[in-house]
């Protein structure tokens, strides 16, 4: 058996449309814009890099530069990751449990438009 999380008994007013829930609210970051920030910061260091140290004349710069760009992208993008989930776990501490209220809200009687839709 496991450990079912304390919940509050929902509860409703006088017309039974509104109740109140124990919720945690939390920032969490968004893992996709870490890692597209994390490459383009690996790419970017790999270009720095490649610039700043003599080239194999028979090669080129753009080959050069696209070969050590790869590699920028696959670490700066596993490092973006590794910091997501290391603010995410911080995030996850600093969570707070607050009372959230729910009401229900009936979508009004349809009526007929006058004039002319476009």
Known sequence: MTDAPDRPEQQPD???????????????PKIGVFLIMGALAGVLVS?????????DQGQGVASTY???ALWGLTFGGALGAVVAVVIDQVSSRRARRLQASRERVDAPDATEVEGELE
């Open 14 to 28: 006088a017309d039974g449309v509104a109740s109140t829930d124990e919720v945690t609210v939390r920032r969490a």
């Open 47 to 55: 270009l720095i890099l490649t610039s700043l140290f003599p080239f």
């Open 66 to 68: 696209g070969y050590f």
